[in-house]
């Protein structure tokens, strides 16, 4: 299987940390309550919540607003009427695009989301579009230090541990590695890697293409601008597309 863009170009998203840590407050926040909704409150038994936590500490979130978000998922204080929804439809080039979304207006969300893929040479599809050309699967991602594999392994370890866990295959890549799984076995596997010693930056149950299209720099950018403006506006959550946009190219948007 062919690597996930969305890991592979998990640096330009770092870099814009700064400038947009509000908008991922608000989107962690909004992680975080449908995390708690799915699987408890409880950070020791619900892994996706724990890594959501340390992701939101990592941006220096304020523990209140932590606290708020788990509050408002369990049911503890009254929440904001948010419904979660998917969005499909095309990029430049024809590239298929797939969004998770959260909102607590979706004729809002509708309206802004055709007018950003419109605005970058896209269009917002009908629903079941391009959902057939992706797959379901668990992620989990491994970042290296300084190139170096997590507790100085080696590939063919990594490699080794990751298939004995129940990984359906692993992907090395510059600064990281991602290893795939069947989103039934995504807690067992997360056991037996932690287990194993490996440290989990991130994880998700995410939409991995089937196939991917060659795109020329040109259309790579263009595709580049389309991504970041839909991972910019609040109420988008995850980005998935069928098309591997190199890092420079996602550096020269502005």
Same mark, same amino acid.
């Given at each position: 299987?062919?690597?996930?863009?969305?890991?592979?170009?998990?640096?330009?998203?770092?870099?814009? !940390?700064?400038?947009?840590?509000?908008?991922?407050? &608000?989107?962690?926040? @909004?992680?975080?309550?449908?995390?708690?909704?799915?699987?408890?409150?409880?950070?020791?038994?619900?892994?996706?919540?724990?890594?959501?936590?340390?992701?939101? @500490?990592? *941006?220096?979130?304020?523990?209140?607003?932590?606290?708020?978000?788990?509050? @408002? #998922?369990?049911?503890?204080?009254?929440?904001?009427? !948010?419904?979660?929804?998917?969005?499909?439809?095309? +990029?430049?080039?024809?590239?298929?695009?797939?969004?998770?979304?959260?909102?607590?207006?979706?004729? @809002?969300?509708? +309206?802004?989301?055709?007018?950003?893929? /419109?605005?970058? #040479? %896209?269009?917002? %599809?009908?629903?079941?579009?391009?959902?057939?050309?992706?797959?379901?699967?668990?992620?989990? $991602? $491994?970042?290296?230090? =300084? +190139?170096?594999?997590?507790?100085?392994?080696?590939?063919?370890?990594?490699?080794?541990?990751?298939?004995?866990?129940?990984?359906?295959?692993?992907?090395?890549?510059? =600064? /990281?590695?991602?290893?795939?799984?069947?989103?039934?076995?995504?807690?067992?596997?997360?056991?037996?890697? /932690?287990?194993?010693?490996?440290?989990?930056?991130?994880?998700? *149950?995410?939409?991995?293409?089937?196939?991917?299209?060659?795109? =020329?720099?040109? &259309? /790579?950018?263009?595709?580049?601008?389309?991504?970041?403006?839909?991972?910019?506006?609040?109420?988008?959550?995850?980005?998935?597309?069928?098309?591997? *946009?190199?890092?420079?190219?996602?550096?020269?948007?502005?």
């Amino acid at each position: 299987m062919a690597g996930h863009s969305k890991w592979a170009n998990i640096k330009h998203k770092k870099a814009k !940390v700064d400038a947009f840590k509000g908008k991922m407050f &608000t989107k962690l926040a @909004r992680d975080i309550m449908v995390a708690v909704r799915e699987a408890g409150s409880d950070p020791n038994s619900n892994f996706r919540l724990r890594l959501l936590i340390d992701k939101a @500490r990592s *941006i220096n979130m304020p523990n209140e607003n932590i606290v708020r978000a788990i509050k @408002r #998922g369990s049911g503890e204080i009254e929440a904001e009427a !948010v419904e979660e929804l998917v969005y499909e439809g095309y +990029g430049p080039g024809g590239v298929a695009v797939y969004l998770d979304i959260v909102t607590d207006n979706r004729n @809002r969300t509708a +309206g802004d989301v055709r007018h950003i893929f /419109s605005k970058h #040479g %896209g269009n917002l %599809g009908e629903t079941g579009c391009v959902a057939w050309m992706f797959e379901k699967k668990g992620l989990f $991602l $491994l970042e290296k230090k =300084d +190139g170096a594999l997590p507790a100085g392994l080696d590939e063919d370890t990594v490699l080794m541990l990751a298939l004995e866990a129940g990984a359906e295959d692993v992907n090395f890549y510059p =600064d /990281s590695v991602e290893i795939i799984t069947d989103p039934s076995k995504f807690n067992e596997v997360e056991r037996k890697l /932690s287990e194993a010693g490996l440290k989990i930056t991130d994880a998700e *149950i995410a939409m991995i293409p089937k196939n991917k299209v060659d795109l =020329d720099p040109e &259309t /790579s950018l263009r595709l580049a601008k389309l991504v970041t403006a839909l991972e910019e506006y609040d109420d988008v959550q995850n980005v998935y597309y069928n098309a591997d *946009i190199p890092e420079e190219i996602f550096d020269q948007v502005g």
